[in-house]
C-alpha cells in the first residue's frame, strides 16, 4: 500500500485559510479515490471530503461545503485540501486515506465511512484560533 504523509497544517486565526497536502508513495495513487478525515479532541474521527480517482467526482461533509475545496494532482500523487473561512471548530487533526480498492466512486462506497480506507497518513495538527 501506499504511504501518505501530510502537511501544511499550523495556527490561523478564525476566518483566515490553510491548503493541506497530502504526498504518496507506492507509485499507484492515480487508481484510487483518497479522503480527507479530521479529529478533534474527545470526538470521533469524522468524514471532511473526498475525490475519485482522475479527479472528476467530488464530496463533502456539510461541515466541509462552500469552504473547503478538495483536489488532486496525479503527476504529483498529492491530494490537496483548500480550506477557507476556518473557524475554530475547524481545529483537528486531519488525515489523508486512500480507499481500500481501486476506480471507485462516490456511488459505490460510502466515503464517509472508515473501514472503506486501509491506508492513513499520520496526519497535521490544525488549530484555529478565535
Known amino acids: 500500500q501506499d504511504q501518505l504523509v501530510e502537511s501544511g497544517g499550523g495556527l490561523v486565526q478564525a476566518g483566515g485559510n490553510l491548503r493541506l497536502s497530502c504526498v504518496a508513495s507506492?507509485?499507484?495513487?492515480?487508481?484510487?479515490?483518497m479522503a480527507w478525515f479530521r479529529q478533534a479532541p474527545g470526538k470521533e474521527r469524522e468524514f471532511v471530503s473526498a475525490i475519485t480517482s482522475n479527479g472528476a467526482d467530488t464530496y463533502y461533509a456539510n461541515s466541509a461545503e462552500g469552504r473547503f475545496t478538495i483536489s488532486r494532482d496525479n503527476t504529483k500523487a498529492t491530494v490537496y485540501l483548500q480550506m477557507t473561512s476556518l473557524r475554530p471548530d475547524d481545529s483537528a487533526v486531519y488525515y489523508c486515506a486512500r480507499d481500500r480498492l481501486a476506480f471507485r466512486t462516490v456511488e459505490k462506497m460510502d466515503v464517509t465511512k472508515i473501514l472503506e480506507y486501509n491506508s492513513w497518513g499520520r496526519g497535521t495538527q490544525v488549530t484555529v484560533s478565535s
Open positions: 507506492g507509485g499507484i495513487f492515480s487508481r484510487y479515490l
